[in-house]
């Protein structure tokens, strides 16, 4: 795997059928805060660049600061200077930036949405946005069920016939069972479930969605992929930031909302859905949705669950604060910045197969990755290099940073015995593809213009993995496994380790 491919662009492959977006208008909720800034802006400027916008786009930014076009543009032009993947060119820039208009108000004032209204109105002049719009929710979440009903109240919500209106909802999708429903209902008054788009990053990261290419488009893994055969599956975050002067969000989400609820249950449940027949429609979510059905509800919150919070420590050398000392952290705050939980998936495949896992800030590197370890072969022939017990066969799905795929297994170390050590097959997608990856929210916001809503949450798998942790964080609320403490910079708390190691396994190393 040494020899590069021909580039190809992975924005213009992919599952989704080759065809172009209609042209539309890009409304984004919330357009002077951080995320538009350093993702959706970059994200709209790289698609530009890859002349994957349609013709006739454009943008309107709406927040409450008193801007005007132009310094709306000129915020944007700052945010994609710094965080486009690819340095900004001038020329496109201009002619991007023209396409961008912003409209100020807060999101409860009616009035607003009239000049709103007035405004994609002129620009469907301007730009030919033939009606067709795509509401972006980049706001804090409390807002998101008042934007839908002024939406709706300013006939903004219903198409013209023959156009198309979309809503985009940033994560989280409520904080528990009962507000994500309400949220649900709120937002549903207006939007029908088909044309909400719930964003969960993570399924925008190509190496994520390679998990299906591995699964399905190859012949040789789907007949070793259950019980038979697999020991266990771990799915680990690990980040090496702290809360990033988010700790007034943090502080009220704490890392089962805001990642294992969303992006680690995606994950699992791309690792153990059931073949998909098409990617047309709703295929994949309603396989995703299957798995979550199946997850076993957690009985014992004390025995399967940890969660711990950050100490000072020393991340890469330099001495960082514990969580409990950041901005907006309350100095008694119980919010855990590390999780582990045990799952069960109880259906044919997976049966009796346990699901680890786990996500933590200030651990001491990056790495996102999914590891299946397999089953030892019925009998031990030959000899383990350093060690009695056969190391099982592991495979290695590398979400990031050094994206890729690797695969254990036992070779005879060369001499006249037969001795056996743990060697690696591993494929890296920087060598073998040769071109930068685009980032999760340029797919996810072209497929959004495209109207494929396949690599979007769905209201049934969001409620269903709530139904499935809001009782862990009902139980720690009561108490069960306290709060523990790890140093910035190690693996998370012994107790993590006492999760796996009761089951006679270990974490993986990352
Ligand atoms: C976000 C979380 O959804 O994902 C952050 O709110 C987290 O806390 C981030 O840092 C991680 O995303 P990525 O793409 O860097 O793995």
């Known amino acids: 795997m040494t020899m590069a491919e021909p580039a190809v662009n992975p924005l213009r492959t992919g599952m989704r059928l080759n065809r172009a977006a209609d042209p539309c208008a890009v409304v984004v909720f919330g357009a002077t805060g951080d995320l538009t800034a350093r993702k959706l802006m970059p994200a709209l400027y790289n698609l530009a660049r890859e002349r994957l916008l349609p013709g006739g786009f454009s943008v309107v930014g709406f927040a409450r600061r008193d801007?005007?076009?132009?310094?709306?543009?000129?915020?944007?032009?700052?945010?994609?200077?710094?965080?486009?993947?690819?340095?900004?060119?001038?020329?496109l820039w201009e002619s991007f930036a023209r396409g961008l208009h912003y409209v100020s108000g807060t999101f409860d004032d009616a009035q607003a949405?009239?000049?709103?209204?007035?405004?994609?109105?002129?620009?469907?002049?301007?730009?030919?946005?033939?009606?067709?719009?795509?509401?972006?929710?980049?706001?804090?979440?409390?807002?998101?069920?008042?934007?839908?009903?002024?939406?709706?109240?300013?006939q903004l919500?219903?198409?013209?016939?023959?156009?198309?209106?979309?809503?985009?909802?940033?994560?989280?999708?409520?904080?528990?069972?009962?507000?994500a429903r309400a949220l649900d209902q709120s937002i549903g008054n207006v939007f029908r479930e088909r044309y909400i788009y719930r964003i969960d990053h993570y399924l925008g990261k190509e190496t994520v969605q390679n998990i299906m290419v591995f699964r399905f488009g190859n012949g040789i893994f789907e007949p070793v992929w259950n019980r038979r055969y697999v020991d266990n599956v771990q799915v680990s975050v690990a980040e090496t930031v702290g809360v990033e002067?988010?700790?007034?969000y943090y502080e009220e989400s704490g890392a089962l909302r805001d990642m294992v609820q969303n992006h680690l249950m995606q994950v699992l449940a791309l690792v153990a859905m059931e073949p998909v027949a098409s990617f047309r429609g709703d295929a994949v979510r309603d396989e995703k949705a299957k798995v979550f059905h199946a997850v076993k509800a957690i009985?014992?919150?004390?025995?399967?669950?940890?969660?711990?919070?950050?100490?000072?420590?020393?991340?890469?050398?330099?001495?960082?604060?514990?969580y409990r000392e950041e901005?907006?952290?309350a100095p008694d705050s119980h919010t855990e910045t590390y999780a582990a939980i045990k799952l069960e998936v109880e259906n044919w495949r997976w049966s009796g197969v346990p699901f680890y896992l786990r996500v933590g800030k200030r651990l001491p590197k990056r790495a996102t990755e999914v590891a299946i370890t397999f089953k030892t072969a019925p009998l031990q022939l030959f000899r383990q290099m350093g060690g009695d017990n056969p190391t099982p066969n592991l495979?290695?799905?590398?979400?990031?940073?050094?994206?890729?795929?690797?695969?254990?297994?036992?070779?005879?170390?060369?001499?006249?015995?037969s001795d056996v050590r743990p060697v690696n097959m591993d494929f890296r997608y920087g060598s073998s593809f040769g071109v930068e990856p685009p980032e999760a929210?340029?797919?996810?916001?072209?497929?959004?213009?495209?109207?494929?809503?396949?690599?979007?949450?769905?209201?049934?798998?969001?409620?269903?993995?709530?139904?499935?942790?809001?009782?862990?964080?009902?139980?720690?609320a009561d108490g069960a496994s306290p709060i523990k403490q790890y140093e910035a910079g190690s693996w998370g708390p012994d107790a993590a380790r006492e999760l796996i190691e009761r089951d006679g396994r270990e974490w993986h190393r990352m």
């Open 441 to 476: 929210y340029e797919r996810l916001l072209l497929d959004a213009m495209l109207g494929d809503s396949t690599l979007f949450t769905r209201w049934d798998g969001v409620e269903a993995a709530w139904e499935l942790l809001t009782p862990v964080l009902d139980g720690w």
């Open 327 to 329: 901005q907006g952290v």
């Open 113 to 154: 949405y009239a000049k709103l209204a007035e405004r994609l109105a002129k620009q469907d002049i301007a730009h030919g946005a033939a009606g067709n719009r795509l509401f972006y929710l980049a706001t804090p979440p409390d807002a998101y069920a008042m934007i839908a009903q002024r939406l709706g109240e300013a």
């Open 299 to 322: 009985e014992d919150v004390g025995r399967d669950t940890v969660r711990a919070q950050y100490s000072a420590g020393a991340i890469m050398g330099a001495m960082v604060p514990g």
């Open 245 to 248: 002067g988010r700790g007034g």
């Open 157 to 179: 919500a219903t198409p013209q016939a023959g156009n198309w209106t979309r809503l985009v909802v940033e994560k989280p999708f409520g904080r528990d069972l009962t507000s």
């Open 395 to 417: 495979l290695v799905l590398r979400i990031q940073p050094d994206e890729g795929i690797s695969l254990r297994f036992g070779a005879k170390v060369p001499g006249t015995r």
């Open 67 to 91: 801007w005007t076009d132009e310094q709306f543009r000129a915020a944007m032009k700052e945010g994609v200077t710094k965080f486009s993947r690819e340095p900004l060119q001038e020329e």
